[in-house]
């Protein structure tokens, strides 16, 4: 069964510093989101895309965060400056299409110290 | 108004038992309502799904029972296994987005 791909795993940096993490959505799937999920509290959706535009960008904190997905298939999600509060999982998930099914990726997992 | 609230915080369940968790929404605008299992260290995956014109739906031995009037939805895991010990979240969609609960914590101790 095809899966969300994300990278790094595990990404350990310093308040301040800028950090980056991937996502490959299953492909043909044409709707991507970005959730940040705190240690036992459900995902929270930052930003979602349908195809190479976003859609909902409502609760991505824009002075420091940024999202894109040039071609509309991977996307990148970057921190900068990173702050302590931002330590957390951060998820990808995609769907067909907007109405459809969400697949999540297995996260990326933040510590700021 | 966009909350989802999810109970019980925590459950220990018998191996063999019922787990039953809840779900309450106030947005009568919710048309999808999905539940994601989620192990340590990985992503949530979707378990099962109901829209709000079904009552009940069932995928072996997951069923989820929703009552429109009363805008709450439960999950049944039935004969729950060790196996099944995880996190459980509810969601509900709204205008093409998805609110999670809170999660719930299930033990089923053999």
């Known amino acids: 069964e095809a899966e969300v791909a994300q990278s790094p795993r595990y990404k350990i940096t310093e308040k301040s510093q800028a950090v980056a993490f991937w996502c490959d959505p299953i492909s043909g799937h044409a709707t991507l989101y970005w959730y940040r999920q705190i240690l036992g509290q459900g995902p929270e959706l930052l930003v979602q895309f349908q195809d190479e535009s976003v859609v909902d960008d409502s609760q991505l904190p824009k002075d420091r965060f940024s999202a894109e997905r040039l071609k509309g298939v991977d996307s990148t999600l970057k921190i900068q400056p990173a702050e302590l509060g931002d330590s957390a999982m951060y998820l990808c998930a995609s769907s067909r299409e907007v109405d459809q099914p969400q697949h999540f990726g297995d996260g990326t997992r933040l510590s700021i110290l | 108004q966009q909350q989802v609230k999810q109970s019980p915080q925590s459950l220990i369940v018998q191996k063999g038992g019922i787990s039953i968790i809840n779900c309450a929404y106030e947005?009568?605008?919710?048309?999808?309502f999905p539940w994601y299992q989620q192990f340590p260290g990985k992503g949530p995956a979707l378990l099962i799904a109901?829209?709000?014109?079904?009552s009940e739906k069932k995928e072996g031995r997951f069923t989820i029972s929703f009552n429109k009037s009363a805008k709450q939805f439960s999950l049944h895991i039935m004969d729950s296994q060790p196996g099944d010990s995880a996190t459980y979240f509810c969601?509900?969609?709204?205008?093409?987005?998805?609110?999670f609960g809170a999660g719930t914590r299930l033990a089923v101790h053999p």
């Open positions: 947005n009568t605008a919710f048309d999808y």
């Open positions: 109901i829209r709000p014109d079904v």
């Open positions: 969601a509900a969609r709204g205008y093409n987005k998805l609110i």
